[in-house]
């Protein structure tokens, strides 16, 4: 039989095809990231509030059949939503769908991750800013740093491709981390992705802190010797091959030189919301059509619709300080 092939429908007014769907399925977090958690904590969504698997089955499959290929599940922390596996099944079901992964803290990885890769899960992208135990605690507010590691142990175990770690380098805080990163992943098939620090609602994010890809790249070229890959369009890091390395490393520069004009990604928030753009905080929200008598088309229109009002740049990083927009742990990244 002939295959079919699907036409994307997924592309914008600056001629940009979207691929890539990144769905949060909760915005509670076992931890308390500085730069992603307000202070203050943030108003907890009740559990009638959250799509539903059912429902966030249905939009995943309406969303492939536009045109995604990959779906990334993300939080919060998605291994706090109850048997997040069964999710996992559904959704690497869906015919179409070529790439399914996950991000994670990795508390609760070491638990699941035999269970998640049975499920359907491929890779994972595990968050991880300190190599150094208290330093951990001091950016966490939590003492996790032993469950983490055996997490990050299990996945490679049982062979997640691709598996990279997301650092996120803060000038004074973990920035002299960084050459600790590369030699961690000497021998390990990792790649660990360098993200400068940006502003998030109540984050304290303070510009002199960031620590830009060009200073990073620096750095890590005085004692090792890289080699660009080449670039696919929709990547948003600039990754590295490490001589000598099993591992690989990657810049991703969203303050410094951002990837706007090969934007293929779009998210949903745990409450249904559609976001074009991560720092864009324009939204359109499926649930209520979800619990109504809303058709699978009409979802398709307000996803179009979602798609042909995003912009064609993000903002630079001290306007972006200024704008409105929901805490990093509420959208999902």
């Not at 299990?154 to 030699?183: C, Q, T, W, Y």
């Not at 990837?259 to 209520?288: P, V």
């Amino acid at each position: 039989m002939p295959v079919l092939l699907m036409t994307n429908r997924l592309i914008d007014r600056f001629s940009r095809k979207h691929s890539y769907l990144r769905i949060s399925v909760t915005d509670r977090c076992n931890l308390r990231c500085v730069y992603c958690m307000p202070a203050e904590g943030i108003p907890l969504r009740k559990k009638n509030e959250l799509l539903s698997y059912e429902e966030i089955y249905r939009v995943a499959k309406v969303f492939v059949s536009l045109g995604i290929e990959k779906i990334r599940i993300t939080g919060g922390e998605p291994l706090v939503r109850h048997d997040i596996e069964l999710l996992i099944e559904k959704v690497a079901s869906i015919k179409g769908l070529k790439h399914l992964a996950m991000t994670t803290n990795a508390v609760l990885l070491s638990a699941k991750a035999e269970s998640l890769k049975k499920a359907g899960l491929q890779s994972l992208n595990i968050s991880l800013d300190s190599l150094r135990e208290e330093r951990f605690r001091e950016i966490t507010l939590r003492d996790d740093f032993t469950k983490v590691m055996a997490g990050i142990d299990a996945a490679l175990a049982l062979g997640f491709s691709p598996l990279k770690l997301n650092v996120v380098v803060m000038k004074g805080r973990n920035d002299d981390e960084i050459l600790d990163f590369v030699h961690y992943v000497k021998d390990k098939p990792i790649n660990v992705r360098f993200i400068e620090y940006m502003p998030f609602k109540d984050n304290s994010w303070d510009p002199t802190a960031v620590f830009r890809f060009q200073e990073m790249k620096a750095l890590i070229s005085t004692e090792f010797r890289l080699k660009a890959r080449d670039a696919k369009i929709g990547d948003v890091a600039k990754d590295f091959d490490i001589e000598g390395h099993k591992g690989r490393v990657g810049f991703i520069s969203s303050m410094s030189d951002s990837f706007c004009s090969s934007c293929n990604r779009l998210r949903m928030t745990a409450d249904g919301s559609i976001k074009s753009c991560l720092f864009y905080d324009a939204e359109i929200n499926l649930r209520d059509k979800l619990r109504s008598t809303g058709t699978d088309e009409e979802l398709e229109e307000m996803i179009l619709y979602a798609l042909a009002n995003k912009p064609e740049a993000h903002p630079p990083m001290e306007e972006l300080a200024l704008m409105s927009n929901r805490a990093m742990v509420e959208i999902g990244g």
